[in-house]
């Protein structure tokens, strides 16, 4: 099973961009290092080191999320031209699901990489994370660090 490994400060920020686009989803492209080699126990974790907001285009934004291809591009430049690497996406559900929707599954297209979905419940806002195989979700674990 992949594990997701968020800082605390990021995923604060994950949260407050949710909060403050609710009731629209809100999105963007996540940024750190994979560790796919190495000790069994290590194997398929991502570190988020930032997280870069973009624009969600889709016309419905209460129940859709698209990014832009040019501005999703020219992110993702961005971030390998600093050394990182994509390591997943997030967009946010503020009306639930907690989980990736039947849009979400049909609509996915990055595999090997995670997908964080920032869900509220009673007015609190959590995370989860799933990685995308090719052929479905799988549930990740998200461990919050400290810096």
């Not at 796919?36 to 889709?58: I, K, L, M, P, Y």
């Amino acid at each position: 099973m992949g594990q997701l490994v968020i800082s605390a400060a990021v995923r604060d920020e994950l949260v407050a961009h949710a909060r403050s686009g609710a009731p629209a989803e809100v999105c963007g492209i996540l940024a750190g290092k994979s560790n796919e080699q190495g000790s069994e126990d290590a194997v398929g974790e991502r570190f988020v080191e930032r997280q870069h907001s973009v624009e969600n285009t889709a016309i419905n934004q209460q129940s859709r999320y698209e990014i832009d291809p040019r501005e999703q591009l020219a992110v993702m430049e961005e971030i390998e031209a600093n050394g990182r690497e994509v390591v997943g996406f997030y967009h946010s559900h503020p009306a639930g699901p907690p989980e990736p929707s039947a849009t979400d599954v049909a609509e996915a297209t990055w595999p090997d990489k995670s997908y964080v979905i920032l869900f509220c419940d009673d007015g609190e806002w959590s995370l989860g994370s799933w990685n995308w195989t090719g052929d479905e979700f799988v549930r990740e674990q998200v461990r919050v660090v400290e810096e």
